[in-house]
């Protein structure tokens, strides 16, 4: 009972309706979700990726009772969440980025002061948490300022902030650094791996920004189309991705493209080219044969691009 969030064979069929002629409508399905099982264990943070409409948002909406699936098994905490939502929001936080659920002509403050009351949080744990969150997302000079005054990363922080104050087991992000700046990036993460560390919150992430799942997630899954493509490790991805790395080589002058084994040469600029190679290929045969057979003057290799790895992922089909 470790596994604060499973899913098995989950669907999400919308049906939608389109307005074909005057007075014809025709009736389509989407299926947002088709077909996901995963498990979480408590503790754990994990990263939910994958283009626009693949079906995150709406997992995540099942995941905290908004939607009910139209097929499957899905537990988080042991609870139904669409049958037991009022239970199980006392288990769970939610920051939505691109939709607040603070109180928009409120002081931010009031908007605590209703979530102490709405989620019956004993006074003592609510000021410890409070105090924790303004400390920790420099909440202080923000509490007596009506939220709709603030800026996005002001408020982004705020509705942290209000996800937490009941202590939940687990939290759901939908893409909470859209929009910031690198400044309110980095804060952003570093509370969210304190939290992870020090409360064991298990956090399931959803963002279009890769260096937040570099920097925080250690397993992370890819949806496309609704399917499960890839669930595991991050440094997996490359390989499941048959990622490549790049050789730069600065050649004496403007050569034809190099003819190198094992490597094809991607861009030419003047006397420089780039080679790309299989990631898991060593260098030195490439490097060794090119010294020998062309006017060499330096070279350098660049690392896989994680995006690179996941576009190419994203138009291909399911990797395990
Ligand atoms: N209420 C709805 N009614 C009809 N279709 C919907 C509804 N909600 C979502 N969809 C459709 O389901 C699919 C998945 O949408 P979802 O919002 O889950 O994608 P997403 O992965 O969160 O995308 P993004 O990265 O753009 O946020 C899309 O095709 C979307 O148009
Ligand atoms: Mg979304």
Redesign the pocket.
Known sequence: MSDLIELDGVEKV?E?RRKTGRLRREKRE?R?VDGISFRVPRGEMVGYI?????????TIKMLTGILTPSAGRLRVAGLDPSRERTKLAQRIGVVFGQRTTLWWDLPLYDSYKLAHRMYRIPDARFRENLDRCVELLDLASLLDVPVRQLSLGQRMRGDIAAALLHDPDVLYLDEPTIGLDVISKAKVRQFLRDLNAERATTILLTT?DLTDIEQLCKRVMVIDHGRLMYDGALAGLHEAGESERTLVVDLERELPPVQAEGARVVKVEGPRQWLAFPASASAAPLVAHIAQAYPLVDLSVREPDIEAVIARMYDGRPLY
Do not use: D, E, L, R
């Open positions: 919308f939608v989407v947002a994958g283009p626009n409409g693949a079906g995150k948002s709406t279009h």
